[in-house]
Structure formats: structure tokens, C-alpha cells
């Protein structure tokens, strides 16, 4: 062995051996799989981006020898990886076709100027993302009673219709109905309100899903919520009751016939009409299981 020679089999004074054996020719012989950074030895992580598997190179770091010719590679057209052979489909996107390229000196400098983690990121890993964020968010927004995921406190019957009657416009008739009667005794009339409305209906389904056994009525800061600000310091009276009609009963004979049916309901509840200044009404009336009309009316 002569004194030249390093134990590796390599030229120690040249440095185109590696601690591997492997003969680098003066140049990188191998490429983070991940990031494709260039690294002289196969001893990952990668200081780059800190993946743990290397493989050989396939655009070496040319040698300073200016009469250098690199060797073609072949480069997907989709996403731009580089493969050494014309082996498709791509290992990175599986397009179908590669294209033969000799890289120059412009290519060479881009691909040692260094990758950012963001440009690991492609458009299947942002939309993943993306998707994960709004379910996270979604499933707390839930579980803080925010938002109602199907499945979660399912209400029994029907909100929109009782025995052929259209409920929104019962409701809308029991507005009516109670105002025309509270004007007859004298007593100004109640504003129908959209958040109000939002109230009474959350009640009035959480009532009739307790009674179901698939839910509960809302907590107050629930109600809160939906109320917004709308009745300032409170509501003045929540008032549910239920009522049953048999099969022929005139009072599901139309939307007006329900309500002035379900305004005797309220009135029974109530004890009659008082004047305590609230000006804001809300109702829901949601037909349950068991053939009732379940209703509630949030005054304020």
C-alpha cells in the first residue's frame, strides 16, 4: 500500500473518497429523498430539513473542472422532480411522462440555494390543512354550543309542518292573533323579533328533545347567544306549553285556525294579558313525535 493511498480506497489529498467508500468524483453523491438538498456523505438527518433518508444523487455537484459536461436527467413536467432515469410514472405527483434535460449552471445554483419548508408544502398538504383547521374549529365551536353538528341534540318530529299546517305560518298568525286580542283589552301590541324568535325556537326544540331523551334545553348562555342583546337585561317571560287535536279538530283546518288554537294555550298558561311594558315577542311551534304541538313564546 503506498503512502498515498487512505485506507478507504480513495485519495486522502485529493478528497474524492468518503468515510462510506463510496467515490464522490469531487462531487455530492447524495440527495435528501425529501428535499433533494445535495450532501457529500449518506449521513442523514439532513441539515436541511431533517429527513432521514438519502439516495444517491442524480445531479452531482459538478467539479470544478470547467470542461465538465453533467449528465442528462429526466424532469417531470407536472411538479418538477428529477429522476435519473426515464423510469415513469414520477415519484413525487405520478405524472406519466418525463422529460430528458441536461441541467446547467442556472439549475444548479437554484438547487443549491437552499429549500424552505414552505416549499415542502404542496396543494394536497394545504388542503389537508386547511380541512383539519375547520373541523378542529367546527368541533369546538360545537361543543361550546356554537354550532349544532348533524347528530347532536337531534330533534324528534317536525318544525316546518303539523297534520298538512304550515308551523311558520302559524307562528307568524300567532303573532297576529295575540296582538289583535291585546289590543281589544287595550294593551299596545308586541314587535315580532328575529333574534327572539332564534330564543324561543332553541327552547322549544331543546324542550322537545329532553322529552325525547336526544337532548336537553339550552343553557342560558345559549340562549344568550342568540338573543344578542335584543331584550337588554333579560327576558321578561318564557312561556312553553303544549296541545293536542284529534283527527278532524277544526283548529288544523289552516295556519290561522292553529294559532288562534294555540293563542287559548298561551292565554291559559299565562293567566290572561298584562301590561308590564315589554315590547318584543318571539314563538316556535314544532309539531313532536307523539302527535302534540309543542310551543314556546319568549316575551321581553
Known amino acids: 500500500m503506498s503512502g498515498g493511498d487512505s485506507p478507504g480506497g480513495g485519495d486522502a489529498a485529493s478528497g474524492t473518497g468518503t468515510s462510506d467508500g463510496t467515490d464522490t468524483g469531487g462531487s455530492a453523491k447524495w440527495r435528501c429523498a ?67 434535460t441536461v441541467p446547467d449552471e442556472a439549475d444548479y445554483a437554484e438547487e443549491l ?31 361550546l354550543g356554537v354550532v349544532t353538528l348533524p347528530g347532536m341534540d337531534s330533534v324528534p318530529g317536525s318544525a316546518s309542518e303539523y297534520r298538512g299546517v304550515d308551523l311558520g305560518e302559524t307562528e307568524a298568525a300567532f303573532v297576529a292573533e295575540l296582538n289583535d286580542r291585546r289590543a281589544e283589552a287595550g294593551l299596545a301590541e308586541y314587535e315580532r323579533d328575529g333574534n327572539v324568535d332564534d330564543a324561543a325556537r332553541l327552547y322549544n326544540q331543546g324542550r322537545v328533545s329532553e322529552a325525547a331523551g336526544t337532548g336537553s334545553i339550552p343553557s342560558g348562555e345559549r340562549l344568550g347567544r342568540a338573543l344578542d342583546g335584543a331584550c337588554g337585561d333579560g327576558v321578561e317571560r318564557i312561556t312553553p306549553f303544549s296541545r293536542s287535536f284529534a283527527e278532524g279538530d277544526p283548529a288544523v283546518d289552516s295556519p290561522d285556525a292553529l294559532a288562534a288554537a294555540l293563542v287559548d294555550g298561551y292565554v291559559d298558561e299565562t293567566g290572561g294579558f298584562s301590561d308590564s311594558g315589554a315590547e318584543l315577542v318571539g314563538v316556535d311551534a314544532h309539531a313532536g313525535p307523539e302527535g302534540d304541538v309543542s310551543a314556546t313564546v319568549f316575551v321581553c
Open 34 to 100: 425529501w428535499c433533494d438538498k445535495p450532501h457529500d456523505r449518506n449521513d442523514p438527518p439532513c441539515d436541511n430539513c431533517g429527513h432521514h433518508k438519502f439516495e444517491k444523487a442524480v445531479v452531482p455537484v459538478a467539479p470544478d473542472d470547467p470542461d465538465h459536461e453533467r449528465e442528462p436527467v429526466w424532469v417531470c413536467p407536472e411538479c418538477g422532480r428529477v429522476h435519473q432515469k426515464n423510469s415513469p410514472p414520477c415519484s413525487r405527483c405520478g405524472n406519466a411522462g418525463l422529460e430528458r
Open 113 to 143: 440555494g437552499g429549500t424552505s419548508y414552505l416549499d415542502l408544502l404542496n396543494a394536497r398538504y394545504l388542503v389537508g390543512l386547511a380541512v383539519a383547521l375547520v373541523a378542529g374549529a367546527v368541533l369546538v365551536l360545537a361543543l
